[in-house]
């Protein structure tokens, strides 16, 4: 095994608890990546507590955790996340669009804040680092695994992430919004040749029109982007809250039917690139 991606919360926007999102999930954004025996995780929104469970039962001592973007619904999770009260562990928490904004530390600490909530970032013990950098950046992780970055459409800005390891790539970009007729390069740039691009396909075709500006895409050009960069695989994210089980279950048949590389992502879903 290459790369092993795990999502731990698919919805975009606001969790939902409902009977009509059992099936995709209702927990936010949130991925766990595992490159040889080393783990790490994209975003925090609430399906991060549940990914906890996995940090203290692997004893997982560092990690990492990068962040899209600060919205509610990537960073949510955070202040569940167990593992940042235990001193024995290392957690380096990174962002790209925050440079120049007072970082990502100081974001996560207002949240924090009360009367918000009552513990303050100050309470998790861990031995926290926050590194700002700006998206395009390149770096490594745990001195093996290869992150390139790009910047994308969307409000307050957010930063799409490229995984190699091993021969194997995985990209994860949301949260963007497309301009019809005119593909992001910045985005082919970044997923040329992976085997796998998580995409955010929060609007249908139908929806987009009245969704200019709120900075998200669709399944469709997802798929114009993957096929233009000889991509392998298109991972359909970031649900949006009105989709119900039904819903997703339409997109998945019509997306399938377009291109047999695209999938509809679940909660618990893996995905094993080797």
């Given amino acids: 095994m290459a790369l092993r991606i795990k999502f731990w919360g698919v919805r975009g926007s606001i969790a939902c608890a409902s009977p009509e999102h059992m099936k995709y999930g209702g927990n936010t954004s949130c991925i766990e990546v595992q490159a ?32 899209t973007h600060t919205h509610w619904d990537h ?56 590194e700002d ?72 075709e139908q929806e987009f029109p009245e969704k200019i500006g709120w900075g998200h895409s669709t399944w469709n050009e997802g798929v114009k982007l993957c096929r233009a960069a000889n991509v392998k695989r298109l991972a359909i994210f970031h649900h949006d809250p009105d989709h119900t089980d039904d819903i997703m279950d339409e997109i998945a048949v019509e997306a399938a039917n377009l291109w047999d590389g695209a999938f509809v992502c679940h909660e618990g879903q893996e995905i094993i690139l080797e």
């Fill in 133 to 204: 950098f700006e998206a395009g950046d390149n770096f490594q992780l745990f001195g093996s695994v290869k992150i390139s970055t790009a910047p994308l459409h969307h409000p307050n800005g957010s930063t799409a992430y490229r995984i190699d390891y091993k021969g194997k790539s995985a990209v994860y970009v949301t949260d963007t919004e497309h301009v019809p007729g005119k593909p992001d390069q910045n985005i082919l740039g970044l997923i040329e040749g992976a085997d796998l691009v998580i995409y955010d396909s929060t609007y249908t």
């Fill in 36 to 67: 040889g025996d080393q783990h790490f995780t994209m975003d925090s929104g609430t399906g991060i507590r549940n990914y906890s469970k996995v940090v203290l039962g692997e004893d997982i001592r560092k990690t990492y955790l990068l962040l």
């Fill in 75 to 130: 960073i949510n999770g955070f202040p569940f996340f167990t593992p940042a009260y235990d001193p024995k562990r290392s957690i380096t928490i990174m962002a790209g669009h925050l440079k120049n904004q007072g970082g990502v530390q100081n974001v996560l600490s207002t949240q924090m804040h009360n009367p918000m909530f009552p513990v303050p970032l100050e309470a998790m013990q861990a031995e926290l680092r926050f």
